[in-house]
C-alpha cells in the first residue's frame, strides 16, 4: 500500500497503540522514522527501539512507556508540517510546546532534532512534529 505521508503514518501508529495500551508498535523503517524514534527515546517518550527484518522489508519496533503501568508517557502527537502545506521556522521562530513541556521535532540541514537542539545550533527548518 502506498501511504502519501509515512511520518503521520507512524505518529498515528504510535498515538494509537498508547491510547489502546499495547506495549509495542511496528512501524515501516526509514531513516526518517529511524532519526525520529531515536529522539523520542532520548527525551523519554518511548522505552526502545529496535530494528528488525519482516520478510523482504525492515520494520522499527518501538517499546511504549506507561507512568505506573497505567497512563501512557506520550499523551499527544501532531504532525506540522504536511505534504499539502509544509511549515518551516527561522532560528528565531522555533515555536515552544505547551510552554516547553513537550518537544518539537525539527527537520535541519544537519539532520533531525529537537527544536531546542536546533535553537542552540542557531538552525531552522522544517517543523516535522509536535510531541507532548
Do not use: C
Not at 501511504?3 to 503521520?8: F, K, M, N, R
Not at 512501524?27 to 517518550?45: D, M, N, Q, W, Y
Not at 518511548?46 to 530494528?51: G, K, Q, S
Request: no cysteine.
Amino acid at each position: 500500500m502506498n501511504i502519501s505521508d509515512p511520518i503521520a503514518d507512524m505518529l498515528t501508529r504510535i498515538r494509537n497503540a498508547s491510547r489502546a495500551r499495547h506495549t509495542e508498535v511496528v512501524v515501516p523503517a526509514s531513516r526518517t522514522k529511524r532519526e525520529i524514534a531515536r529522539i523520542l527515546v532520548e527525551e523519554g517518550f518511548i522505552a526502545d527501539v529496535a530494528e528488525e527484518r519482516q520478510g523482504p522489508s525492515i520494520v522499527l519496533r518501538l517499546t511504549l512507556k506507561y507512568v505506573d503501568g497505567k497512563a501512557p508517557v506520550v499523551s499527544g502527537l501532531k504532525r506540522i508540517s504536511k505534504p499539502g502545506l509544509r511549515v518551516y521556522a527561522r532560528k528565531t521562530d522555533i515555536p515552544r510546546v505547551l510552554g516547553g513541556l513537550g518537544i518539537v521535532i525539527v527537520s535541519t540541514s544537519r539532520g533531525i532534532m529537537t527544536g531546542h537542539k536546533a535553537k542552540q545550533a542557531q538552525l531552522g527548518g522544517e517543523v516535522l512534529a509536535f510531541v507532548w
